[in-house]
């Protein structure tokens, strides 16, 4: 008799981050969070506790609280800037790209809850042209982790980098993909899956889905290289030039619009190097329902099957 399949533990990047900040600021009484009025959805509760004089609670004024951060960095401390990441880079683009990446601040930028995490409460919380509007400032990093091993490097990095970033961190639960002790490095993609017909990229929440498309296209046959593309800015160009021209296809999946977005990122880089069939999944330039983030993602077509329905299609334009 066949024994039960357990599904995986998912776990939520938000802890992860809590977790490593706490211990950051243990070590190093620089280090200082600002939110906005989010103590709860950025998980700062036992930052609070164990360091009350270090958290700054602006309130709901995103500018102002971009704003308290570059000060505080300018002052000499290590801000790590909170908030929900649809108003964070919303409300506050201009003050990231004046006070931050003009200034080259050492300002650490965590938009919580990005993509579609917010789900039931609709268009207006959905943060998915966050890719979009922040790739294109100079001197900002942008970071989107594939799971709690990984956020809580990409955090650690982010500590010991000097100037501003952005770590996109949702809370919708995923499962370890990452080795224990993972060490993460800027514009490095990670290879998850060797394979010949096409490559899968994708970050995030959607690193686990197409992991799990990559298993079905293999019974069906298919033998798909899958890449985590954490960073999107600075972007690993020879991880994709190497994808174009060894496996002649890649598909990109993200829980952002298909404009401006990973896909579109990489995209740039393969019709200025390696021009391949591509094709992008992700929200297809229209404001998204309400529903939850996991309902949401397999109705824009970015459930594992169909991941892989749209891979094999893909083949074929080979």
Same mark, same amino acid.
């Given at each position: 008799?066949?024994?039960?399949?357990?599904? +995986?533990?998912?776990?939520?990047?938000?802890?992860?981050?809590?977790?490593?900040?706490?211990?950051?600021?243990?070590?190093?009484?620089?280090?200082?969070?600002?939110?906005?009025?989010?103590?709860?959805?950025?998980?700062?509760?036992?930052?609070?506790?164990?360091?009350?004089?270090?958290?700054?609670?602006?309130?709901?004024?995103?500018?102002?609280?971009?704003?308290?951060?570059?000060?505080?960095?300018?002052?000499?401390?290590?801000?790590?800037?909170?908030?929900?990441?649809?108003?964070?880079?919303?409300?506050?683009?201009?003050?990231?790209?004046?006070?931050? &990446?003009?200034?080259?601040?050492?300002?650490?930028?965590?938009?919580?809850?990005?993509?579609?995490?917010?789900?039931?409460?609709?268009?207006?919380?959905?943060?998915?042209?966050?890719?979009?509007?922040?790739?294109?400032?100079?001197?900002?990093?942008?970071?989107?982790?594939?799971?709690?091993?990984?956020? &809580?490097?990409?955090?650690?990095?982010? &500590?010991?980098?000097?100037?501003?970033?952005?770590?996109?961190?949702?809370?919708?639960?995923?499962?370890?993909?990452?080795?224990?002790?993972?060490?993460?490095?800027?514009?490095?993609?990670?290879?998850?899956?060797?394979?010949?017909?096409?490559?899968?990229?994708?970050?995030?929440?959607?690193?686990?889905?197409?992991? @799990?498309?990559?298993?079905?296209?293999?019974?069906?046959?298919? @033998?798909?290289?899958?890449?985590?593309?954490?960073?999107?800015?600075?972007?690993?160009? +020879?991880?994709?030039?190497?994808?174009?021209?060894?496996?002649?296809?890649?598909?990109?999946?993200?829980?952002?619009?298909?404009?401006?977005?990973?896909?579109?990122?990489?995209?740039?880089?393969?019709?200025?190097?390696?021009?391949?069939?591509?094709?992008?999944?992700?929200?297809?330039?229209?404001?998204?329902?309400?529903?939850?983030?996991?309902?949401?993602?397999?109705?824009?077509?970015?459930?594992?099957?169909?991941?892989?329905?749209?891979?094999?299609?893909?083949?074929?334009? @080979?």
């Amino acid at each position: 008799m066949n024994a039960p399949v357990t599904a +995986a533990k998912l776990y939520d990047c938000r802890d992860a981050f809590a977790e490593t900040l706490e211990a950051l600021a243990a070590g190093n009484d620089r280090v200082v969070a600002v939110c906005n009025d989010s103590v709860g959805s950025s998980k700062l509760g036992g930052f609070k506790s164990k360091f009350p004089e270090r958290l700054v609670n602006v309130g709901i004024a995103e500018q102002n609280m971009v704003g308290v951060g570059a000060g505080l960095a300018n002052g000499g401390q290590l801000p790590f800037v909170c908030g929900a990441s649809c108003f964070l880079t919303g409300r506050a683009l201009e003050q990231i790209k004046a006070d931050l &990446a003009y200034s080259n601040a050492n300002v650490k930028l965590i938009g919580i809850s990005s993509g579609m995490a917010y789900g039931e409460l609709g268009p207006t919380h959905h943060s998915i042209e966050d890719f979009a509007w922040t790739r294109v400032l100079p001197n900002l990093p942008v970071i989107a982790p594939c799971d709690r091993i990984e956020t &809580a490097a990409a955090v650690k990095w982010a &500590a010991e980098y000097a100037g501003p970033c952005f770590l996109r961190l949702s809370r919708v639960g995923v499962p370890d993909l990452l080795p224990e002790g993972h060490v993460f490095e800027l514009g490095r993609a990670n290879l998850l899956r060797e394979g010949s017909d096409l490559t899968l990229i994708a970050n995030g929440t959607l690193t686990h889905r197409i992991v @799990k498309a990559a298993d079905i296209l293999l019974s069906r046959g298919v @033998k798909a290289r899958v890449l985590n593309m954490a960073t999107v800015r600075p972007i690993d160009e +020879a991880a994709i030039v190497a994808a174009a021209k060894e496996t002649g296809a890649i598909l990109t999946a993200e829980e952002h619009s298909i404009f401006g977005g990973l896909g579109s990122a990489i995209a740039e880089v393969v019709v200025d190097h390696s021009p391949v069939p591509m094709k992008r999944l992700g929200v297809p330039g229209v404001f998204a329902h309400t529903g939850s983030a996991e309902w949401l993602l397999d109705e824009f077509g970015m459930a594992p099957a169909a991941i892989a329905d749209a891979a094999e299609a893909l083949i074929k334009r @080979k």
